[in-house]
């Protein structure tokens, strides 16, 4: 629901013309060219379960 709510938010608000939502795990991947690997969550006060996407 809460996509949802975003999505209708910036097209109806801001009127974007796309949007695109993914897991930061898929997007550090892909940042570094890759499309399957594991990956850490580290961030001020918590850290993620490692991801694995293949």
């Given at each position: 629901?809460?996509?949802?709510?975003?999505?209708q938010?910036?097209?109806?608000?801001?009127?974007?013309?796309?949007?695109?939502?993914?897991?930061?795990s898929?997007l550090?991947?892909?940042?570094?060219?890759?499309?399957?690997?594991?990956?850490?969550?580290?961030?001020?006060?918590k850290?993620?379960n490692?991801h694995?996407k293949?």
């Open positions: 629901a809460n996509k949802e709510q975003l999505v938010l910036m097209f109806e608000n801001f009127n974007i013309s796309g949007f695109y939502a993914s897991e930061q898929v550090s991947l892909y940042a570094v060219g890759r499309i399957s690997g594991c990956t850490v969550d580290i961030g001020h006060g850290i993620g490692p694995l293949q």
